[in-house]
Structure formats: structure tokens, C-alpha cells
């Protein structure tokens, strides 16, 4: 690594994104007062610098995203700022929620109050597995069910391909074993509401309690307000990001790519295959994955949705489509294709073309 006396960079990680502003977490071993001359003693440690995008960057397209590893120049150590010069390439990224070099995702569920609720975390776990990133399941409010119940829960969950940690943030149980599979790593955390996420979040990293609360109170301001991304930085290393945008997952996927997303049948997949290498595991003749497994009636549900989104693309990409999507029912997202009026044919004459179009035929008469 060369050092910050040579060329006046500093290397970090963006931490939070706010307008055209990007604060930075320096590296340690650069937070030293030695390698940083004269850094005022009132900064953190390792420090936090709020900084620019170089022009340069902006010209060539280079968007910097919360959990970009960077180049950091000219320091102002008096006024905490700093220059962005470079981003280092990135090793993952997703695009909702916008955020770079993820290592894996963290859902929480409940297991009472809200009791589980098998298609919505099955749901969950699709979104997850389709950023083909590492997947860790707990299960909080683990002390309203019994040893038994847990059991029970666990098997299910062993025979979809998971093996869940359950927990209790009430009762600090094994919040210190989820805790550390974070450690040294960039994890995104989601999950439904009142599964107990931010309390987790607080449990693991007791500096955020406050800046959860004064991020919460700002998603809620303005119609067109972004959504804050922000990562916290583990006591025994690695980050953690709350990211809101996780939380009401979608069937975006390919088609013909949602079969590999489960892992019970990829599991089946890696020991047969289908006649048909475009094989949509529903009624095909010779499908290694149609069965009797329990997701089974979830990966059709899913099937269905993600054709419908595929469908919706192709209309929006092709103006002259003769069907169109139209919301059935207000508010209850529910929706449905119907033919598309000829636009031509059905579209009311103006007035002036009117008028055009009588002169044309007295002209015609004369």
C-alpha cells in the first residue's frame, strides 16, 4: 500500500450517500496520528471524512455508491472534508438497494408475533438468493415458542436448504453467535416490520441507537425524499446496512432462472435434468424438477409473477403491443392484461384536422 506522505491519498469505505455529498470511513491503519501529520484529535478514530465527487469522475460516469471502497484526497482534517478521486472495482453490487460490495444478506424473522409466515419468508428468501450473494436466516422472538416448536421449524426450514439461527433479542439469546457471522464483512440486513430488525441492530451496535432514530425521522420527510442507506460499523469488525429497500421484495427475476433461486431444487437439478433445456417445471414432460416438495406451490405462485413482470417489459418496450396492463381493483395491487384499443381507430379527430379535411373535399369539388 503506498503511504499518504508520498501521494496524499487516503483509502476508505463511503459509509452513507447524501445528495452530491459521500461520508467516508478512512481505513485504520491510515487513522494513525503518524501517517496523518496533523489531524485534529477531535475526529474519530479511524476517522470520518464528508466528501466531493472529482469533476473528473462525474465526466466519465462513475457513480459512487454506499460501501465503495475509495480514494480519498487532499484532507481537511480541521474541517472533516475531503475529495473522492477514485472508486476501486467492485466485487458485488445491487441496484435496490444501491450498494456496493455486499458479502451477504441477513434476514430476521419472527417466529411469534408475528407468527412465520412460509410464503412471505420464502418470498424473502428468493429476492435474497437471486443476488447470488451468502444467505443467513435468523429467527427472532424465540422465547414464545417452545424447544419442540423450534424443532419442528428447523426441520422445515433444513429440508427448504437453510439452517436457521434462532434468537431472542429480549432475552439476549445467541445474539452473540449472529453477531459473529458479521464480523469483517458487509452485510445487508431486511425483513418484514415488527420482526424485530432495528432492535437487532441496536443489540449488535450500540452507537446506533441514536442515528437509527435520527435516520428513521428523515425517510419520512418530503413525497420525493431517497431512502437513506446508511452502513454502522460492527464492535469486532464489518458493517452492517439497513436498507429499506429490501423490505418489500419483488418477483423481477428471469423466468426461466427463479427454479435456481431455490435451493431444494437446484438440489434436484444436480443430480438429473429436464428433457427440455427451457424447461419451466410445470407441466413438461420429463421434468427433473416437478414434485412433491413443499416450496413446490410457491415456485408456481412466483412463476407467475415474474412471467407477468417479464410480460410488462416487453409491453413498455413495444409501443405497437395490442394488450396493455390494467389495475383491476384500487389499492389492492391487483391487476390483469386486456386488449389495447387501436389508437388510430379509436382516437377522436381534432378539430383543425376536421376543418383540413373539409377544405380538401370542397378543393376536390371545384
Known sequence: MTDFAATGQLLGTVVAVQANFYR????????????????????????????TRRTRLKKIGQQVMVGDRVVVEEPDWAGGRGAIADVLPRHSELDRPAIANVNQILLVFAVADPPLEPYQLSRFLIKAESTSLDVLLCLNKSDLISELEQQKVSDRLLAWGYQPIFISVKDGINTDQAGKYLSNKITVIAGPSGVGKSSLINTLIDSAKLRVGEVSGKLARGRHTTRH??????????????????NQPDMDCVPEELIHYFP??????????????????RDEPECAVRGDWERYEHYLEFLDAAIAHQTQLHQQADPESSMKLKSKSKGKGQSQYEPKLESKKYRRIS??????????????EE
Not at 481505513?27 to 466528501?51: A, F, V
Not at 442507506?229 to 429490501?246: C, K, S, V, W, Y
Not at 378539430?351 to 376536390?364: C, I, M
Open 351 to 364: 378539430r383543425k384536422t376536421q376543418l383540413q379535411d373539409l377544405q380538401e373535399l370542397y378543393r376536390d
Open 264 to 281: 431444494e431444487a437446484r438440489k434436484r437439478l444436480a443430480v438429473a435434468s429436464c428433457r427440455f433445456s427451457d424447461c419451466l417445471h
Open 229 to 246: 442507506i446508511e452502513l454502522f460499523e460492527l464492535p469486532n469488525g464489518g458493517l452492517l446496512a439497513d436498507t429499506p429497500g429490501f
Open 24 to 51: 467516508v470511513q478512512l481505513d485504520q491503519k491510515q487513522g494513525e496520528i503518524g501517517e496523518m501529520g496533523d489531524r485534529d484529535s477531535h475526529l474519530p478514530y479511524p476517522p470520518l471524512l464528508l466528501c
